[in-house]
């Protein structure tokens, strides 16, 4: 076994190198390429990822997969084998026309998508989507899937996990979420958001934002910080962590929340364990996994009453007449308002979660063909009013929104709120372990989250799926109580609604 299981990883390897190269190129197409340069990048894009599945589906790997998977792999080696075969698995049953089919497919999908949005024209983009979705549908056919043909879509994003037991843990948090939104509504409080509306030169704010991320324990000698037009977090070693936000004079919180949420995703990949890089195992978990720790830093720290206690007064240093008489608790008050939107991305922390909601309802019922494309504005619609109670004006801010769609990321969105979920969890038993924990924050103390996080959940890579995950680390199954409590505890104190 020992020399097999050594070509293997040396395969492996060299995989994970060409996914290095997709990963820099993306990055560089995001941050510094010149427009001109869109071109040949997809080619050189296209070219790699053909490569990538060649070699992945090169019939002496196949061969190696099934000789170790004849013996008897235990630990590391088992993780290593079970996520290469998935991904070899996948790949082929998937001819290479239907493969290069759906890429070109999504390319002009999402052209059209973006002509669409800008007219507001959804009939523009329904032949697209109703395209998209039908290729998606054949290969989730071609790859198999056990109950819902949704179990197809979601694996990719979310291993292990399934439509059975997700579908109900939304369910219950929509249930909790609909009446806190109506009662803080109700409430008729507003904070003065009008001390965030001034003018924060962008230099001051970089400054700040780096002085965060140093705080947090980010390691700049094995990251850095960009500017992009959508803020990511894109890794390609423990060693090479790359976080993007956007700035914008008049708005404070953003390009800082932008930078906490990335510093979160980037401090988990700078914490996965390094001896095993390139192997499936040196991986993170699941995208679930890995928004829990970026919603984890950005609300449950980054928009706490303890972390402003401490961190107020510092931004104060760098906008001394912007901030000339803020408190502590208007300040508090303001990041946290709560109010029903037509936007996803723009969203509070308490009615995201509806957004997310009425996407995955919305798609689970399309792969099932329990609804057409053509029917989607409506139905989006009648959700935003039921759930959140107003009605998009139109399908550029309702339905249209989003660029998932239309780059056949169907069965992404559950997974943000499985991300805030497991967020609760998690922070709900490090304040368990650590009973001062909040304490130290209000002192500026971010690396005692830091080093608890990393012990408990970075450096584990990829031995646990999520559920075995949340188990090991908490104790229990992910429950929606942790997060649902966590919501009414600090709103029903911000909008004093007990
Ligand atoms: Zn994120």
Redesign the pocket.
Known sequence: MGQHYEEFIRRVKELADLGHAQGMLSWDQETYMPPRGAGPRARSLGTLAGIYHERLTDPALVALVEKLRAGDLQGDAEVNLRYVERDQRRALKIPRELVVELSQTQSLAHEVWVEARKKSDFPLFRPWLEKLLGLQQEVAHRVGFEGSIYNAFLDQFEPYARIETVAPLLEQLRLRLVPLVKGIAAAGLRPAVGILDREFPVDRQEAFGRRVLADLGFDLERGRLDVSVH???SSTSPEDVRLTTRYSARQLTSALFGII??A??GLYEQGLPADVEGTPVGGSVSLGI??SQ??LW?NMIGRSRDFWEHYLPVLREYFPDQLKGVEVDAFYAAVNQVAPSLIRVEADEVTYNLHILLRFELEQALVEERVSVAELPELWDEKMVSYLGIRPPDAAKGVLQDTHWSIGLIGYFPT?SL?NLYAAQFFAQAQKEMPGLMAGVAQGDLLCLKGWLNRQVHTKGRRLNAGELVQAVTGEGLQVEYFAEYLEEKYGELYHLR
Do not use: I, K, N, T
């Open positions: 803020p990511f977090c949420h990335e979160g995703h890995h928004e970026s919603r950005e943000y991300g």
